[in-house]
């Protein structure tokens, strides 16, 4: 039960890997602006390593994100702004608009948490192109995950009312290791394809951004 090579071990660190990166996350998220930064290193840690010691990859990612993802956080700002307008936007009492309106956000939601993965994915291509293929992976990855950003937030909120502030050493590791493995194929994907689509242009006929 206790060797190396059990599940129970195996899971024990699972769960202290989720710790340890969600304590990571939020005591580098103190300064606000680095919130897009710290974000990056949890998404790259959780996909790149399976190490208990996940401090030194966590670090190393954040120093090298850290400029690269202002443009990125002023994007997620902005969208944030957008979705608030969107709440208050009065739609009638129609079930059916409620319904798109929801989908609408979850979308947005969900492409402002793609940037990062495909920005991992991509770090040669200037921001523009990580946008782009943000949007193409987004629409791709969307029917399985339509709805997940909406059920991690109400899940959140009903974990926080029944397990106090317990819930914070998981809030954001334990979500975005589970979106991570929803996706896992589609993120190794649209990385052959893109990897397939440059060796065809060629060298000479490489497009530059």
Known sequence: MFSMTSKFYQFCVAVYRLICLNALFLVFCLPIVTIGASFSALIHTLTTTDDVNIWGPFLRSFKRKFRRSLPLMAFNIASFLFVSSLQVTNIGGS???????LVFISFIISYNINTYIV??????????EVFRLTFIFTLGTFFKTCFFPLLVMVLAYFSLSVAGYGTLFLVISLPMMLYLR???????????NEELAKHQLGPSEEVTY
């Not at 079930?95 to 309106?101: A, I, N």
């Not at 920005?119 to 523009?128: A, S």
């Not at 896992?184 to 990385?191: G, H, W």
């Open 95 to 101: 079930s059916f608009l409620h319904m798109v309106k």
């Open 119 to 128: 920005d991992n994915l991509f770090m040669k291509q200037n921001v523009m």
């Open 182 to 192: 929803f996706i896992k194929k589609d993120r190794v994907s649209i990385e052959k």
